[in-house]
């Protein structure tokens, strides 16, 4: 494997010193040496595109973030930028991570921290290269990632809801992955908190951990379908989780549920959606039809033709009707991107914000609305099971006419 390829930008020349010096004790990371400016640090990634983005944001906390967001919405971008400061500011520790930073370091004060998420970070990219080439066993589980590129266009509400019309419609055991290690939406979705997450077995080693361990962070939900989450808080310490231990759950999930439905983190194209992406069986593509939103998509399809499986990539539109569409038609759309459509569910609002303020699934609020049935159409066409009737219609199926005029009549009296 090649090595990792590193800038580093510094804050001060104290800073650039020590970094340069610790940087080229390493063997397995490749750089041209260390910047002082954003600006030089920007021409280097958009020539490079480096696997790692090392960088400073000592006294230049908003422009450094800004930078870390223009690098994170950019979607043919991989690089994993983690970030340094004198300070742990909470304040600042919460901004660089919702701007996308992986890993959060007192530096210079904490030099050892530095090289401990080197070496993690390496390690894991050596091992997703071996997952690629099938060290990984086949199983009969069915796994669907879910992905958004951009970020408001339901891809949370898509999984969860797509889980549940899973288990209803094949009767199955499901469950959700929420891979989302900052600001995941699950929990929030179907009102739990979890007690136990991903991120609370990062510090076991790998190779022990066993059944009980991984059940216990496993939370059972009263709509019938497991979840998963990767960390509790985004002010926790959520370091990255190693890919033996990624692997060690997956291999779990797969011998105990039929269907897998992994929420992954909206337009991050990292190491960990490489991983799911490749390991999944199919990959949903979910879009809202503003211009924002089919521009960030579009995007994406283009990263998917150019490097990973486009018979893998459904896509799927969400919220359509005629207002958010402005006028677009399938036709035109599949023309603009030349990629199918392979689903489109319609927009209801009002619906998700009272399944939402409830906890609740969609289909626990309004069964009979258009986008659960959409929901279940998706559901099914996925797996190719017939939808299973409820037992209210099982029961009219087999009432005659003369039972179904005497009821009627019996309940007029």
């Not at 199983?139 to 549940?164: D, P, R």
């Not at 077995?201 to 361990?213: F, G, T």
Request: aromatic content about 8%.
């Amino acid at each position: 494997m090649n090595p990792l390829r590193v800038i580093a930008v510094a804050s001060s020349e104290e800073t650039r010193s020590k970094l340069l010096k610790q940087l080229q004790q390493l063997s397995f990371i490749q750089f041209d040496g260390v910047v002082l400016e954003l600006s030089d640090a920007q021409s280097l990634w958009q020539k490079q595109k480096p696997d790692l983005l090392i960088i400073d944001l000592t006294g230049r906390e908003l422009d450094a973030c800004l930078f870390i967001e223009v690098i994170n919405y950019n979607v043919e971008s991989k690089t994993v930028v983690f970030g340094l400061h004198r300070e742990l500011d909470p304040n600042i520790i919460v901004k660089a991570v919702s701007s996308g930073v992986k890993e959060f370091i007192q530096y210079p004060q904490d030099p050892a921290a530095l090289e401990t998420a080197l070496e993690k970070y390496w390690n894991f990219l050596q091992k997703l290269a071996q997952t690629q080439k099938g060290e990984i066993e086949a199983s009969k589980a069915k796994t669907y990632s879910v992905f958004g590129s951009k970020g408001g266009v339901g891809t949370s509400t898509v999984a969860v809801n797509l889980a549940h019309q899973l288990h209803l419609v094949t009767r199955q055991p499901v469950v959700i992955f929420d891979m989302d290690q900052v600001f995941g939406n699950t929990a929030v979705m179907l009102n739990f908190k979890a007690s136990y997450a991903v991120s609370d077995l990062v510090s076991e080693n790998p190779n022990e951990i066993d059944d009980a361990l991984i059940s216990k962070i496993i939370i059972h939900h009263e709509i019938g379908v497991d979840l998963v989450v990767a960390c509790k808080n985004v002010l926790d310490e959520n370091p990255l989780v190693p890919p033996e231990l990624l692997e060690r759950i997956m291999a779990y999930l797969k011998s105990h549920y039929q269907y897998i439905v992994i929420d992954l983190p909206t337009h991050v194209v990292d190491p960990y959606h490489q991983y799911f992406v490749e390991n999944s069986d199919d990959v949903l593509l979910v879009s809202s039809l503003d211009i924002p939103g089919l521009y960030r998509t579009r995007q994406y399809i283009e990263l998917v033709k150019r490097h990973l499986d486009p018979n893998k990539v459904k896509l799927i539109l969400n919220r359509c009707d005629l207002k958010a569409a402005v006028g677009l038609s399938n036709e035109s759309i599949e023309e603009e991107f030349k990629y199918p459509i392979y689903a489109r569910l319609p927009n209801n609002w009002q619906l998700n914000v009272e399944a939402m303020s409830l906890g609740q699934a969609l289909e626990s609020v309004s069964p009979n609305s258009d986008l659960v049935k959409a929901l279940q159409e998706l559901a099914t066409r996925l797996t190719g099971v017939m939808v299973a009737l409820r037992p209210e219609e099982q029961s009219e199926k087999h009432v005659g006419l003369f039972d179904r005029f005497t009821k009627r009549g019996s309940a007029c009296r």
